[in-house]
């Protein structure tokens, strides 16, 4: 008991120092999320905000949960210069394994799903959407053609 009271503590005190990192593919932007929630978040938002509005890619943190995606950096992808850029997202989630609707612990979010698709348009990828059988989802970009548009692959 005393070794699982331990791994839980140590899970709550680490599961939130995930690294945040943008990539630069020849003139494109990835930004991986990974585990990150709240406080790495703030962190984060609290440099320069330019750089993260202007990736291409986005890989949606901690599986979509409540605090993994911050309203302001979706915010920033929907205004001014970045309103009608293509974004791509990416999300790894199994809907209904943890939490509830009811009391706003699903993973992934409804409300933050809503608003990605509704900004990423017909470039948002999800595992819930894969066939059963698939084992990845590929999203092709040449990254040698600066305009071009990340794509289901």
């Known amino acids: 008991r005393s070794a ?41 938002m609290s440099k ?19 605090n993994a995606s911050p309203r302001k950096l979706i915010e920033a992808w929907s205004k001014g210069a970045n309103k009608n850029r293509r974004i791509a997202a990416l999300m790894s989630t199994t809907p ?4 509830e609707a009811d009391d706003g612990t699903e993973v992934p979010r409804s409300t933050l799903v809503a608003r990605l698709r509704d900004r990423m348009k017909d ?3 999800t595992t819930e959407e894969c066939p059963d059988d698939a084992l990845f989802i590929e999203v092709a970009c040449d990254v040698t053609k600066p305009k071009s548009a990340f794509e289901r692959g």
């Open 96 to 99: 209904g394994f943890y939490g």
């Open 4 to 44: 699982l009271e331990l791994v839980r503590w140590l899970d709550d005190e680490m599961n939130n120092t995930s690294v945040v990192l943008l990539l630069r593919v020849g003139k494109k932007r990835l930004l991986l999320g990974g585990d990150a929630q709240g406080e790495s978040w703030d962190y984060t």
């Open 48 to 66: 320069d905000l330019g750089e993260l509005a202007k990736v291409d890619l986005y890989k949606v943190g901690h599986h979509g949960s409540r």
């Open 123 to 125: 470039l948002f990828f």
